[in-house]
């Protein structure tokens, strides 16, 4: 499986960015999709993980802010962040899990107050 993260950028407290991930082959045969963070300084943690039977589960800091979706037709997973914090600031990497765990390369987000 192949990751290609994208839609990183610079923002201000209280936007929104939306995150791209494209997802080589179909999308519907990975077990797992989702989005981790690592700040500057900080282990990798998860940020918001989909299951292929639609099940969702956020981090704590981002419930009701964020939401995780995928288009099986474009085979993309999307990150929508909204209300975007300071402590939302990192990097971002799309992670799906197929026999096997694959991460895409990256893209950063920085809120600015």
């Known amino acids: 499986v192949q990751l290609q993260a994208s839609g990183g950028g610079l923002v201000q407290v209280g936007g929104s960015l939306r995150l791209s991930c494209a997802v080589s082959?179909?999308?519907?045969?990975?077990?797992?999709l989702g989005w981790y963070k690592q700040a500057p300084g900080k282990q990798r943690e998860p940020v918001a993980l989909?299951?292929?039977?639609?099940?969702?589960n956020y981090g704590e800091s981002v419930k009701g802010r964020f939401t995780i979706s995928q288009d099986n037709a474009k085979n993309t997973l999307y990150l929508q962040m909204n209300n975007l914090e300071p402590d939302d600031t990192g990097v971002y990497y799309c992670?799906?899990?197929?026999?096997?765990?694959?991460w895409g390369q990256g893209t950063q987000v920085t809120v600015s107050s």
């Open positions: 992670y799906a899990f197929k026999r096997g765990t694959f």
């Open positions: 082959g179909s999308i519907s045969s990975v077990n797992i």
């Open positions: 989909i299951s292929n039977l639609g099940s969702t």
